[in-house]
């Protein structure tokens, strides 16, 4: 029972939960990008592959900048060259998405995985280019906690003491709601992914409109998975993201297509990773480490087939529109 003592204390709950925020950071950008992308109709399946094309471009851009700015202006400006890195790598990753699957019209599933095998593939040959077999690093993202509020008890260094690059997505998030369902274009959007006969008769331009949610959908994941390597980890790594972009496009469903939820179901994933680390620190014998490791995958699984999703996915999800 004493084993166990460190897991009842308040610092230890507060902890598990300042950084389970922090660590849904990736998926959340990623599943916001999803949303975006099957409101229009198409699906991307290759969310690993870009986000694993935005940590690259997003650790190089960083390193970059560390090594030929000044010290002083390196540190402000090196993390933020990095997520614009990551979301111009998010971008021609949209980019090849969105001419294959809404020009080419091939099928989607396939381009989807067709992604992933690009991303694994061009990032290692990259970095190894790049650094060789040195483990490079740099200086990740730090804290920037709210004056006044950082201080108050368990919110504070919960939702008030994160890095810039939390606020950020929690920004975009807002940002996103209002889009799909504020917005003239958001209501394009829908209508493409709903029934696009119907909104190329009322004027909507579909294969423009797909086009624009697929890059924005790309750019949103790739700076998801520049926020991994920018601002959490300082490191990059052959296959880093470690699943995060299927584990994104399950949240997409699970959240019912709506942005609100899908922060619920990364802030799961975020808090499950954060346990497992937490647990590895305590070292329990009778807990073994691969079980550990599981641990955050197979509880957002659980969750997501405890909670079928009873919202309908876009009608035209998935099917290219041939105009007649």
Avoid at 171 to 198: C, D, M, Q, Y
């Amino acid at each position: 029972m004493s084993e166990l003592e460190p897991l009842l204390t308040t610092s230890f709950l507060v902890g598990v939960l300042a950084a389970g925020v922090r660590l849904a950071v990736p998926t959340l950008l990623a599943a916001l990008g999803e949303i975006v992308t099957e409101r229009a109709g198409v699906l991307n399946l290759g969310l690993e592959g870009v986000m694993l094309a935005g940590a690259l471009a997003g650790f190089m851009a960083t390193s970059w900048a560390e090594h030929e700015l000044p010290a002083a202006a390196a540190v402000g400006v090196a993390p933020w060259l990095g997520l614009g890195a990551g979301v111009l790598a998010g971008l021609a990753m949209g980019l090849l998405m969105a001419v294959l699957s809404v020009s080419l019209r091939t099928d989607q599933v396939v381009a989807g995985i067709m992604l992933v095998a690009l991303g694994y593939g061009a990032t290692a040959y990259v970095y190894r280019e790049a650094f060789g077999s040195l483990t490079a690093r740099i200086a990740p993202m730090g804290p920037a906690p709210v004056p006044g509020l950082a201080e108050l008890p368990v919110l504070g260094p919960v939702l008030f003491a994160q890095d810039p690059a939390t606020y950020l997505s929690l920004a975009i998030l807002a940002g996103v709601w209002f889009l799909l369902f504020r917005t003239t274009w958001g209501l394009a959007i829908r209508a493409v992914g709903e029934h696009p006969a119907a909104a190329d008769t009322a004027g909507i331009d579909v294969s423009r409109t797909r086009y624009a949610a697929v890059l924005v959908g790309g750019a949103l994941t790739g700076l998801g998975g520049a926020a991994l390597t920018v601002a959490q980890l300082g490191i990059f790594a052959e296959g880093i993201t470690a699943g995060r972009g299927w584990i994104a496009v399950a949240l997409v469903i699970f959240a019912r297509w709506r942005p609100g939820l899908a922060l619920a179901g990364a802030l799961l994933f975020g808090c499950a990773t954060a346990l497992q680390f937490r647990l590895q620190a305590l070292n329990l014998p009778w807990l073994p480490y691969e079980a550990l490791l599981m641990l955050p995958y197979v509880l957002t699984l659980l969750v997501l087939l405890w909670a079928r999703a009873e919202g309908k996915a876009p009608a035209a999800l998935g099917a290219p529109y041939v105009k007649n």
